[in-house]
């Protein structure tokens, strides 16, 4: 039988970038460095391994989209809405300063206004797939300078409609004009809202018709059909393919099925968006890198400064602090894999010749396989050029509202310090704003502060990793500071930051992973509070409880876990002497202490505990009787029970609801009303 020659190239690229990504790993080396190297040495110009190319950038596609579609399922209708002004004004001038500046640089080095505009639009373009696959795994996505870069390039990626449609100007075309150019453009745009509303109202209804299927496989299918459809429509309105698919994971993101849509799709997306990268490094010719190896390597340090410079002067300008700026600029500086797709539209055009493809391809790939160990290095460049600049770059930083508790020196007084304005921050704020306890937020999101201020919430602009911000907040008055932000990095820095400046200051700080508590603590958090961990709490409480155990062995569960630092959670096994002491714990916890009063015309008004033979009918113990205030202490067989009695008593769930009906007749018997207990 005759083996396809697509099924043969897969298989190559699975047998040499399974080995180049262990190495990698191995070396703590990026994984798509790995990839993007696996794709140099099979490709037509390396060994020459591969020879369905055109199929292989077909599912490298593919791995775009699913990727877009995830990261879509990440950001919903409403908060796009929020990062209006990332989007349209943060976009908007890194497109317009990045196009000008390369167009007049390409013009001093005597290219036509054309060609030098075409390289503009070239340079403009950052690598989603690569910058968003990064911040994914760090965690950094709702990081504020995670949620800078994805609005910048949001809107790269919808620009791209607009410089597809110009190429053919720029290239000498002469059957088109700036009319046609305005109606496609037009027309491009209000398709674009017609999609979102379409998907708006018909996506989620169709997802809930087939969940009500239950069946895994139909809903797998509908959700790569919602996902690839979307792209196939939107490619027909002139708008990029990732773009439907990220429209169709953005309106799912407000549905009740979109973490198991998100669960089902990322094995698919992780396979095909490795394909990308290997693609990706299949275009870059070896030869001709060398041949002009230093042409490139001055190309490649000229527009990652160059990008690097606008990007971090627009974030500026959006108010955002030097170190935002810094991490943002260095994430974003590279070329983006929809600049392939603009350099072969030109290539067409004679917008970009074979040399300067062949060149372009070589400095772009570069600048990809760099992108990783910029975002490593990003965090301590911008603390670095953060403290070159202490005192004076971030003078516009606002000073903690004046009107709580003030001191003599002007500061703030026993209050509490809330770093970050999301869902936990607002609802700490609304808790200490009802009990009446003074406390001040700081928050980098200037439209979330412009819209609480507006509210009369006591927040301000500042940015916690900051001595000087601390300081102005009354870090050293304040009696806690509660870190309620997504920045992992920024987490580590402002514990720091804040355990200098305060001994006695109480840290306490939410995080998203087990992983980092120990790191947390090491640096003077008092408290840290790990989302995943809290979920698992709830999920074991909620199924002890289903199971009929009483409060107090739920509670004492949880304590007990608490107490140990979470070790037992983080640990795939437990040490035996601890196991052991868990084991003699549950023995104990498995009985319980239950209060029951003697109501007017109970069964035992009036009996002995001996006539009761309560052990004996139902295994559990009277332990205590309280009357009138007085507490008697293991009761004789002739104690008497009168009505208005507590009656403690001692067993297991079980044996208790057999109390009950001593107590209640069985129609009478409280629900759920004793203890917490649920029968």
């Not at 490619?235 to 773009?243: D, E, I, R, T």
């Not at 074991?540 to 949880?558: D, T």
Request: glycine share 10%; net charge neutral; charged share 15%.
């Amino acid at each position: 039988m005759h083996t396809p020659p697509l099924f043969g190239d897969l298989l190559i690229i699975l047998l040499v970038s399974v080995p180049v990504a262990f190495f990698c790993l191995r070396l703590k080396l990026p994984l798509l460095v790995g990839l993007i190297l696996s794709g140099i040495a099979i490709g037509p110009y390396g060994l020459g391994w591969i020879h369905e190319l055109e199929a292989i950038e077909v599912l490298a596609e593919i791995g775009v989209m699913l990727l877009l579609f995830t990261i879509g399922l990440e950001f919903s209708l409403r908060r796009l809405r929020e990062m209006k002004t990332l989007v349209l004004v943060g976009g908007g001038l890194q497109v317009l300063l990045t196009v000008g500046v390369t167009a007049m640089i390409a013009v001093l080095f005597g290219r036509a206004i054309g060609q030098a505009v075409f390289f503009g639009f070239l340079v403009a373009l950052s690598s989603t797939a690569i910058v968003l696959k990064s911040y994914v795994e760090r965690s950094e996505v709702d990081a504020p300078h995670g949620r800078a870069a994805v609005g910048i390039l949001l809107f790269q990626d919808i620009s791209v409609v607009l410089m597809l449609l110009l190429v053919p100007i720029l290239g000498g075309g002469a059957d088109v004009s700036a009319a046609n150019v305005a109606v496609s453009l037009g027309g491009s745009i209000l398709a674009l809202i017609l999609l979102v509303l379409g998907a708006w109202f018909l996506l989620p209804p169709i997802l809930r018709q087939i969940a009500q299927l239950r069946s895994t496989e139909a809903f797998l299918l509908t959700v790569v059909l919602l996902c690839l459809g979307m792209s196939w429509v939107t490619s027909h309105f002139g708008l990029s393919l990732a773009l439907g698919a990220f429209i169709a994971g953005m309106v799912l993101a407000d549905s009740d099925y979109s973490h198991q849509v998100t669960a089902e799709i990322l094995p698919f997306r992780d396979v095909f968006n490795s394909l990308f990268f290997v693609s990706i490094g299949m275009l870059l010719s070896l030869g001709a890198l060398f041949a002009n190896l230093g042409f490139v390597v001055v190309i490649v340090l000229g527009l990652v400064l160059i990008k690097a410079l606008i990007i971090w002067g627009v974030i500026r300008v959006l108010g955002l602090p030097l170190r935002i700026a810094t991490m943002t600029a260095l994430g974003l500086a590279q070329i983006g894999e929809f600049s392939f797709v603009l350099a072969r539209a030109g290539k067409g055009t004679a917008l970009l010749p074979d040399s300067d493809y062949q060149t372009f391809l070589a400095a772009s790939i570069i600048s990809m396989l760099a992108t990783p160990f910029l975002i490593a290095a990003a965090p301590r460049a911008g603390y670095a050029l953060q403290g070159l600049f202490k005192g004076s770059a971030d003078a516009d930083l606002a000073e903690p509202e004046q009107d709580i508790h003030m001191t003599s020196s002007g500061g703030l007084q026993q209050h509490v310090i809330i770093v970050g304005y999301g869902l936990n921050g607002r609802n700490l704020a609304r808790v200490l704003r009802t009990v009446g306890i003074p406390y001040v937020i700081l928050e980098l999101n200037a439209e979330s502060v412009r819209k609480a201020k507006e509210k009369g919430e006591k927040i301000n602009f500042g940015d916690a990793t900051r001595r000087e911000v601390l300081l102005h907040a009354g870090i050293a008055n304040a009696w806690a500071l509660v870190l309620a932000m997504s920045d992992a990095a920024a987490a580590r820095r402002t514990v720091d930051q804040a355990r200098r400046l305060s001994k006695t200051l109480q840290i306490i700080v939410r995080t998203r992973y087990v992983a980092e508590i120990t790191e947390l603590y090491e640096l003077g958090a008092n408290e840290v509070i790990p989302e995943e961990f809290e979920t698992s709490i709830e999920i074991f409480s909620r199924v002890l409880h289903r199971y009929g155990s009483s409060r107090r062995v739920i509670e004492n569960q949880i304590e007990r876990i608490r107490r140990q630092g979470y070790e037992m959670l983080r640990s795939p096994a437990l040490p035996e002497p601890v196991a052991e002491k868990l084991d003699l714990g549950l023995a104990l916890d498995s009985s319980a202490t239950e209060t029951m009063t003697v109501e007017e015309g109970s069964p035992v008004a009036g009996k002995t505990l001996a006539e009761l033979n309560i052990r004996e009918k139902s295994g559990a113990t009277v332990i205590a009787v309280v009357r009138d205030g007085d507490t008697k202490v293991s009761p004789g067989a002739k104690y008497t029970l009168r009505t208005g009695d507590l009656v403690i008593l001692f067993g297991t769930p079980e044996k208790v609801e057999r109390a009950m009906q001593i107590f209640f007749p069985p129609d009478e018997i409280p629900d759920a009303s004793i203890g917490g207990f649920n029968p």
